[in-house]
């Protein structure tokens, strides 16, 4: 199936943990080009990420943003470091005997000293088994658009070839008419000149002529390059580069062709197809 690489997806998903939720955004690339976002409590699963998208994607600048919510009852708890506490209790035990009047240390004082309290982390396993369940569901609508755009583009590029195949057609069928063109304007100016032209030397001349404008060549690669055309739309894998490739063939037999056009009619459709060929690379550039 042949994807665009210009899609969007969204998808989000709620439990016991919180809430999350993925964005995927890709453009163009000739590469498959990762910018992930993550929390900085979730950047465990960037490798995680890293590996599904270049298992599912070719090519393409993808965006990948994920948004994390914890449930209220899914945060850490407190905890004592009852050893720091401790020291500290005698601590103030042995600076009490010192004093000429001790006072007595107050439960709140311990526990507000840095290191006493500790924040317990919470146990982010299920947020990341989650995380990644919901990315494979957002990847999966990204690629569904990825397709559903590409069948489009495939659509266009099709009728666009349909066209040039025509503009082709249109060449080989008026090549006779050239020819004969060719001979009338060469005998004229023979007639223009005077005297009566050797029959032997007229038939060289014209060979020679001939010979010069053949774009007989060009024709044949041209509906050799457009019967690949149809076969690699037809392939279930990346296209986009054999595609970009293919187009820089057609636009060198195209250019040639003109290059050889002696009459305004083959001039004309050879700078047709060298548009339609165009327009077909500038869809091909969106495809992965």
């Known amino acids: 199936m042949i994807r665009s690489m210009t899609a969007f997806a969204r998808e989000e998903a709620q439990g016991d943990w919180g809430w999350l939720a ?4 890709s453009v163009n690339h000739r590469y498959l080009d990762l910018h992930p976002r ?13 590996e599904r998208l270049g298992q599912r994607l070719a090519r393409g600048k993808v965006e990948c943003t994920l948004r994390y919510r914890p449930a209220p009852a899914a945060a850490g708890g407190l905890a004592v470091n009852w050893r720091y506490a401790e020291q500290l209790l005698a601590a103030c035990d ?29 146990d982010l396993t299920p947020v990341g088994e989650a995380a990644v369940a919901l990315l494979e569901t957002t990847l999966d609508t990204l690629v569904a658009a990825r397709e559903r755009e590409g069948a489009r583009l495939a659509e266009i590029i099709r009728e666009r070839g349909g066209a040039l195949a025509g503009h082709v057609q249109a060449v080989r069928e008026r090549r006779p008419e050239v020819n004969r063109e060719v001979r009338a304007r060469l005998e004229a100016r023979l007639a223009e000149l005077g005297g009566s032209p050797d ?3 007229l038939e060289q001349e014209l060979v020679f002529i001939a010979q010069r404008l053949d774009v007989d060549e060009e024709l044949e690669r041209l509906d050799s390059h457009l019967a690949e055309l149809d076969g690699i739309l037809g ?31 083959t001039t004309r459709h050879g700078v047709e197809m060298k548009v339609l060929i165009e327009q077909m690379r500038e869809q091909i550039q969106n495809l992965e």
């Open 22 to 25: 993925w964005e995927l955004r």
């Open 38 to 50: 993550l929390p900085e409590e979730l950047r465990f699963l960037e490798p995680a990420l890293r």
């Open 94 to 122: 042995a600076v009490r005997e010192r004093l000429a009047e001790p006072a007595g240390v107050s439960p709140l004082e311990v526990v507000r000293t840095p290191g006493v309290i500790e924040e317990q982390a919470p």
């Open 199 to 201: 029959p032997g030397r």
């Open 235 to 265: 392939a279930g894998e990346p296209v986009g580069r054999r595609l970009d490739f293919l187009m820089q063939e057609l636009n060198r037999e195209a250019n040639t062709l003109a290059s050889k056009a002696s009459d305004a009619e």
